[in-house]
């Protein structure tokens, strides 16, 4: 079945640390989207990916890295500069117009 | 710019009566315009589209909209509310503008009464 997987479901990062989630799909979609998602403010695009090596930053990019080396793939690190970190990550992808289609997320807790 | 309006943070339903959701929106260019739903600690899942085919679109699990261009609104509706529709509901706005982005509405709790 066609879909996206992120991983880990859940994720807990200590202060200072660097963390990566994962985001795979195999929808041979072309965009790839990172949002985040805190109650009460739906969801904010932290990153988005039109095309391979390609990448732009949404509108909460900073304390968050992207990469995009497969089509597949758009792994986000979160790096000790994001000072609140505590949130639902939700993966996405897209092709054309298409409505974009979510992973089941990961939440991520600073302990 | 382009943005849209959840215009009830949460709302309050029986099983069995109707639902409407409203959303509104600010678009420069024709919208395209989703409805999504979430269930607790899950990823969103697409209800239904409008893209300029038909005014009103009718998704899934009895779930409709209407586009009203005159009053910028894509209210959401169902007939006959069920146990199972309890969950967050975003209305969705997509910006073309040679790359697609999407915004999001900051989402309707519904809850369904017994």
């Known amino acids: 079945d066609g879909g996206i997987t992120q991983s880990p479901k859940y994720l807990f990062r200590k202060e200072g640390q660097n963390v990566t989630l994962s985001c795979e799909q195999n929808?041979?979609?072309?965009?790839m989207y990172w949002y985040r998602q805190d109650p009460g403010q739906g969801l904010r695009l932290i990153y988005y990916?039109?095309?391979?090596?390609?990448?732009q930053k949404g509108d909460i990019a900073e304390g968050y890295s992207v990469s995009r080396e497969k089509k597949e793939s758009f792994p986000l690190t979160v790096t000790s500069a994001q000072k609140n970190p505590t949130a639902f990550y939700l993966c996405?992808?897209?092709?054309?117009?298409?409505?974009?289609?979510f992973g089941p997320g990961t939440r991520l807790t600073v302990l | 710019a382009q943005s849209v309006t959840q215009l009830d943070s949460h709302v309050s339903v029986s099983e069995g009566t109707p639902v409407l959701l409203r959303c509104n929106y600010s678009?420069?260019?024709?919208?395209?315009l989703f409805w999504y739903v979430q269930h607790p600690n899950k990823g969103l899942q697409l209800l239904l589209k409008?893209?300029?085919?038909?005014?009103l679109v009718k998704g899934i699990n009895g779930f409709e909209a209407e586009f009203k261009k005159s009053e910028t609104s894509f209210h959401l509706t169902k007939p006959s509310a069920h146990m199972s529709d309890a969950a967050e509901y975003f209305c969705?706005?997509?910006?073309?503008?040679?790359?697609?982005?999407?915004?999001f509405g900051t989402g309707t709790r519904l809850k369904v009464l017994a």
């Open positions: 996405a992808s897209s092709i054309g117009e298409l409505a974009p289609f």
């Open positions: 929808l041979n979609h072309d965009a």
């Open positions: 990916s039109q095309i391979v090596n390609d990448f």
């Open positions: 678009s420069s260019y024709s919208p395209s």
């Open positions: 409008y893209t300029s085919a038909a005014t």
């Open positions: 969705v706005v997509s910006v073309t503008s040679g790359t697609y982005k999407y915004i």
